[in-house]
């Protein structure tokens, strides 16, 4: 009886309005394990023999399938949708039609000899737990160093496997790697090449990248760069961190990648069209908490959206928020201790340490002088962190406004003037912020 068995590969699932040639290699990777020996299509359905045979087309005799619980989960996700899409049986009463992409149905099935009405009840029940699974994950989750990953999210979260040109292996979220094909694919066709460096990332892996950057970078630059375990967007599976392909040729190390703004600039042109948003801003460092990276780019499910804020030029943050913050304004004076680069990065510092003061609003920032580059302040910095051979000092002060509600320590609704922020740094690394306050 096995070998009747057949499969209706007929009306199938797409990705906008080409067939999603993926999505059918898990429906055949499934039919295959489950004993079907054929493949039905019918002309009428263009496109679907062309798929079936690049999805079958990669099997021979000698090449025998091996089936993970992930495929078979994902395929019961496919096939529960395309029954509450579809009145055409199957006979196992399943039906074939062109189904959302996004896989997130859950599991049914049907007997080949239910009635009409029974199958009805299937359909439905099929449609209100896809609308239920949808609702898994929510693609517009803000996560930062404020706003931790939702609880549930890793069980709820579907996360497939790459491997990138460097032949490492990269986990990432279903819908957001779909997304990331197309956006590679647009890209090379103007001869930009990219690739996918990382994505998703558990706790344990945020701890041991930011300890290996501590080490390598120093504390400071960790901080800015890297965001504390359980607060890290990577943790959604929607954040991506690509890295250039120049010349055939792979750049991956972040100084390297600075250095092809126009590279950048094309890339960040493409984003919206498919659902990402460049995630940190530069010069929007209090606002997001980190400094600007031209490579982080963040997956919302929704091209419209991200065109909005990529048009607007403001931060997820500031989307979410509905608030869109006032421009900053910076004076750094003269210096015969430091050039301008050197004070934008001990600036960027403190912008770092301000997006976690939940509710407040940066107005100004000032260098406060070379007057304060003392030893009595070098001993005094010292002190407050052992172990530090300091050799400079920088203060930085600053306006801004207390949250309207207060909290915290905060008074409510009040202008802070003159804030401390003091810096140093040991010979040939960067700035650390050792204290701030009043």
């Keep these: 009886m096995a070998g009747k068995l057949g499969f209706g590969l007929m009306r199938l699932p797409r990705r906008g309005v080409k067939i999603d040639v993926n999505q059918v290699s898990q429906m055949v990777d499934l039919f295959l394990d489950a004993g079907f020996t054929y493949f039905d299509t019918a002309?009428?359905?263009?496109?679907?023999?062309?798929?079936?045979?690049?999805?079958?087309?990669?099997?021979?005799s000698?090449?025998?399938?091996?089936?993970?619980?992930?495929?078979?989960?994902?395929?019961?996700?496919?096939?529960?949708?395309?029954?509450?899409?579809?009145?055409?049986?199957?006979?196992?009463?399943?039906?074939?039609?062109g189904g959302s992409s996004s896989g997130s149905a859950s599991a049914s099935s049907a007997s080949s000899s239910a009635?009409?009405?029974?199958?009805?009840?299937?359909?439905a029940s099929a449609s209100a737990s896809s609308a239920a699974q949808s609702q898994g994950i929510d693609y517009m989750t803000l996560v930062n160093k404020l706003n931790p990953l939702p609880e549930g999210w890793e069980d709820a979260v579907e996360i497939v496997h790459m491997t990138n040109s460097e032949g490492s292996d990269v986990e990432v979220e279903k819908?957001?790697?779909?997304?990331?094909?197309?956006?590679?694919?647009?890209?090379?066709?103007?001869?930009?090449?990219?690739?996918?460096?990382?994505?998703?990332?558990?706790?344990?892996?945020?701890?041991?990248?930011?300890k290996e950057f501590t080490e390598e970078y120093g504390a400071d630059y960790a901080k800015k760069t890297v965001a504390p375990p359980g607060y890290s967007e990577h943790h959604t599976g929607l954040a991506l961190d690509l890295y250039l392909v120049i010349d055939g040729k792979e750049v991956d190390e972040n100084e390297d990648m600075m250095k092809y703004p126009e590279v950048w600039e094309k890339i960040h042109a493409k984003l919206a069209e498919h659902g990402f948003i460049l995630r940190y801003l530069d010069g929007d460092e209090h606002i997001t908490g980190y400094a600007y990276e031209p490579w982080h780019i963040r997956y919302l499910n929704d091209p419209a959206i991200a065109k909005e804020i990529m048009d607007a030029g403001i931060t997820f943050e500031e989307y979410k928020s509905g608030k869109v913050m006032p421009e900053v304004s910076y004076d750094y004076g003269t210096s015969d201790l430091y050039t301008a680069e050197e004070l934008k990065q001990a600036a960027i510092q403190v912008?770092?340490?301000?997006?976690?003061?939940?509710?407040?609003?940066?107005?100004?920032?000032?260098?406060?002088?070379?007057?304060?580059?003392?030893?009595?302040?070098?001993?005094?910095?010292k002190s407050l962190d052992e172990g530090r051979s300091f050799v400079q000092v920088a203060k930085f002060t600053t306006d801004f406004h207390s949250p309207v509600e207060g909290g915290g320590a905060w008074e409510p609704d009040t202008e802070m003037k003159d804030w401390e922020w003091w810096l140093a740094r040991?010979?040939?690394?960067?700035?650390?912020?050792?204290?701030?306050?009043?």
């Design 62 to 97: 000698a090449n025998s399938l091996q089936m993970s619980r992930g495929k078979v989960d994902t395929m019961k996700r496919i096939l529960a949708n395309m029954l509450a899409c579809s009145a055409v049986a199957l006979a196992l009463g399943l039906a074939a039609c």
């Design 175 to 210: 819908k957001a790697y779909d997304a990331y094909l197309e956006l590679k694919a647009d890209l090379e066709k103007e001869g930009v090449y990219v690739d996918l460096d990382s994505a998703y990332r558990n706790v344990a892996d945020q701890e041991r990248i930011m």
């Design 351 to 381: 912008k770092c340490e301000f997006a976690t003061f939940a509710g407040c609003e940066l107005h100004s920032l000032r260098y406060a002088g070379d007057e304060f580059n003392t030893p009595e302040n070098l001993e005094w910095l």
């Design 426 to 438: 040991e010979e040939g690394k960067g700035w650390l912020l050792v204290t701030f306050g009043y």
């Design 43 to 60: 002309r009428i359905y263009p496109g679907s023999e062309t798929a079936t045979r690049k999805s079958s087309g990669r099997y021979n």
């Design 115 to 123: 009635t009409s009405e029974s199958a009805s009840s299937s359909a």
